[in-house]
T-cell receptor, first 110, second 113 residues
Framework: AQRVTQPEKLLSVFKGAPVELKCNYSYSGSPELFWYVQYSRQRLQLLLRHISRESIKGFTADLNKGETSFHLKKPFAQEEDSAMYYCALSFSSNTGKLIFGQGTTLQVKP | NAGVTQTPKFQVLKTGQSMTLQCAQDMNHEYMSWYRQDPGMGLRLIHYSVGAGITDQGEVPNGYNVSRSTTEDFPLRLLSAAPSQTSVYFC????????????FGEGSWLTVV
C-alpha cells in the first residue's frame, strides 16, 4: 500500500539555522510528491511540488527514488517558517488521490 | 472566486446524532475529497470523488457517507456520531491530473460528546 512517513513530530531550530524536514514514501511506481504547509490559523496550502522543481520561500526538496525520500530543506530558517508541514504523495492520474504523512511541526526560535 | 467553502466551522454533537458537513467549490474541479486531521495521525483521507455521481472510499471511511450530485458540492454525512469522530475535517478539491495542486477549505471543528 502507498504510504508517506514523516518521522519527526516536532523540529525545533534557531533562526538562521539550516532546516531539513524528512519525508519517506512507499510506492513501487512513479509518484508525484508535494509539500503542503499550514500556518497558524490559516488553511493548508501547497508549498512546493516535485514536478515543478521549484524553490518557494527558500525551501527546496529533491526526490531521491533510491532512498524513496523527498526531504524538505532550507539553508537559513526564519521565524515566519514556523508551521505544520505535510508531505503528500499522488500516485494515480485517474483519481487525483493524495495521501499525506503525519506532519511535522517546525518551530523556529528567535 | 471563493475557492473551497466549508460549513459549519464549529459544531458540537451528542453521541448518536447525525449531521452533514457541507463543502462547495467554484473552480469546476473534478476531484473533491474529505480528510480528517488528528494529532499525531496527520491528514487521513475519508472519501473522495472524481466527478458527479462517482465516489470512493479513502483510508478511514467507516461512519461516514458521501454523495456527489453536482460538480460543485460534496457533503460529508455522519449518520450516528461517535466520540472517535471528534476531529478537524478538511474538504479539498483539485483538477483531475497527476501532479496538480489541490485546494483546501478552512476546516470544520467537530466535537462529539
Amino acid at each position: 500500500a502507498q504510504r508517506v512517513t514523516q518521522p519527526e513530530k516536532l523540529l525545533s531550530v534557531f533562526k538562521g539555522a539550516p532546516v531539513e524536514l524528512k519525508c519517506n514514501y512507499s510506492y513501487s511506481g512513479s509518484p508525484e510528491l508535494f509539500w503542503y504547509v499550514q500556518y497558524s490559523r490559516q488553511r493548508l496550502q501547497l508549498l512546493l511540488r516535485h514536478i515543478s522543481r521549484e524553490s518557494i520561500k527558500g525551501f527546496t526538496a529533491d526526490l531521491n527514488k533510491g532512498e524513496t525520500s523527498f526531504h524538505l530543506k532550507k539553508p537559513f530558517a526564519q521565524e515566519e517558517d514556523s508551521a505544520m508541514y505535510y508531505c503528500a504523495l499522488s500516485f494515480s492520474s485517474n483519481t487525483g488521490k493524495l495521501i499525506f504523512g503525519q506532519g511535522t511541526t517546525l518551530q523556529v526560535k528567535p | 472566486n471563493a475557492g473551497v467553502t466549508q460549513t459549519p466551522k464549529f459544531q458540537v454533537l451528542k453521541t448518536g446524532q447525525s449531521m452533514t458537513l457541507q463543502c462547495a467549490q467554484d473552480m469546476n474541479h473534478e476531484y473533491m475529497s474529505w480528510y480528517r486531521q488528528d494529532p499525531g495521525m496527520g491528514l487521513r483521507l475519508i472519501h473522495y470523488s472524481v466527478g458527479a455521481g462517482i465516489t470512493d472510499q479513502g483510508e478511514v471511511p467507516n461512519g461516514y457517507n458521501v454523495s456527489r450530485s453536482t460538480t460543485e458540492d460534496f457533503p460529508l454525512r455522519l449518520l450516528s456520531a461517535a466520540p472517535s469522530q471528534t476531529s478537524v475535517y478538511f474538504c479539498a478539491s483539485g483538477p483531475l491530473s497527476l501532479g496538480n495542486t489541490i485546494y483546501f477549505g478552512e476546516g470544520s471543528w467537530l466535537t462529539v460528546v
